[in-house]
Nanobody, 125 residues
Framework: QVQLVESGGGLVQAGGSLRLSCAASGRTSSSYAMGWFRQAPGKERELVAAINWRGATTYYADSVKGRFTISRDNAKNTGYLQMNTLKPEDAAVYYC??????????????????WGQGTQVTVSS
């Protein structure tokens, strides 16, 4: 199993930036894909970005393309979500998630097996 812990959330003004981190522990020697999801009050959870095990392939939701960047440092077992030009509609609880996969492809419809506890992102207008 993989345990995930997010950090880096907080309050930021519209137009500002935040970087979320996701520290993985446990059985990290096996290849795993990572994703960042978010859920705002009254809305369904949505996949924001995903990255394959090597960090070579990424996926972004249309709403964040050009503003968010997903990356990972496998030597540190840590994933990141750099969020720039934040908008009030980006406010949500952000979750890091993972599933074991050695694919070079990122499947936006994949089922994620492991989840972090979430970190709150608030964007003031």
């Amino acid at each position: 199993q993989v345990q995930l812990v997010e950090s880096g959330g907080g309050l930021v003004q519209a137009g500002g930036s935040l970087r979320l981190s996701c520290a993985a522990s446990g059985r990290t020697s096996s290849s795993y894909a990572m994703g960042w999801f978010r859920q705002a009050p009254g809305k369904e959870r949505e996949l924001v970005a995903a990255i394959n095990w090597r960090g070579a392939t990424t996926y972004y939701a249309d709403s964040v393309k050009g503003r968010f960047t997903i990356s990972r440092d496998n030597a540190k077992n840590t994933g990141y979500l750099q969020m720039n030009t934040l908008k009030p509609e980006d406010a949500a609880v952000y979750y890091c998630a993972a599933y074991y996969s050695s694919s070079g492809y990122v499947n936006p419809k994949a089922t994620y097996d492991y989840w972090g506890q979430g970190t709150q992102v608030t964007v003031s207008s």
